[in-house]
């Protein structure tokens, strides 16, 4: 079975500052990998996914994720942080052998301080 | 392109009693999840449908809860009766057919067990 670690639950950032989440996955086949962001009673939307191909994945609003198979990591990673980007922000790895099931982490909140 | 529908938003219940939410995802979308995400946790998938059918239900707490998606479309989510620990925000989303695709959510129904 599959499973998602977000090992940060709340990062506080400046903003103007880089910010980079956390998130390691375990699954017995190549993953497939998303990232979510969940902003106070809203759904999640969807930031970035991973298929195959190209390890650096460029996304939404500014953000990009690296998967690095040995690591078994898939990063999150952005630049410069707007006020706008506090919010939730959920790993998740979908198993196509089990119809595109997707399993979540814990997700991490980010702050941003003015 | 209208997103995925839920109702109602919010919901307040005693314990024992029973509620119901609906969601109507995006048009031509063949498949459909209910997630409960508990309140710091991530979305945990409830049960998935492809058009009317369940693909899975491995984690529906059958005693209490069911789901239905009679005619391949919209789909209703039922706890009869409520438990405290049913407290959660029910999302719905939905996906189409072909391979590994984004799922979309809906804004959730927030569940308030009291």
């Known amino acids: 079975a599959q499973s998602v670690t977000q090992p940060d639950i709340h990062i506080t950032v400046s903003e103007g500052a880089s910010l980079e989440l956390r998130c390691n996955y375990s699954y017995g086949a190549t993953p497939y990998l998303f990232w979510y962001v969940q902003s106070p009673g809203q759904g999640l939307q969807l930031l970035l996914k991973?298929?195959?191909?190209?390890?650096l994945v460029q996304g939404i609003k500014g953000f990009e994720a690296e998967f690095k198979r040995s690591q078994s990591s898939f990063n999150l990673r952005k630049p410069s942080v707007h006020w706008s980007d506090a919010a939730e922000y959920f790993c998740a790895v979908g198993a196509p052998a089990a119809g595109n099931k997707l399993t979540f982490g814990g997700g991490t909140r980010v702050l941003v301080k003015p | 392109e209208a997103g995925v529908a839920q109702s109602p938003r919010y919901k307040i219940i005693e314990k024992r009693q029973s509620v119901a939410f609906w969601c109507n995802p995006i048009s031509g979308h063949a498949t459909l999840y209910w997630y409960q995400q508990i309140l710091g946790q991530g979305p945990k998938l409830l049960i998935q449908?492809?058009?009317?059918?369940?693909?899975?239900d491995s984690q529906l707490p059958k005693d209490r809860f069911s789901a239905e998606r009679l005619k391949g479309v919209d789909s209703t989510l039922k706890i009869q009766p409520a438990k405290l620990e049913d407290s959660a925000v029910y999302l719905c989303?939905?996906?189409?057919?072909?391979?590994?695709?984004?799922?979309?959510f809906g804004p959730g129904t927030r569940l308030t067990v009291l």
């Open positions: 449908f492809q058009n009317n059918g369940v693909v899975d």
């Open positions: 989303a939905s996906s189409s057919l072909a391979g590994i695709n984004e799922q979309f």
């Open positions: 991973y298929f195959s191909g190209d390890t």
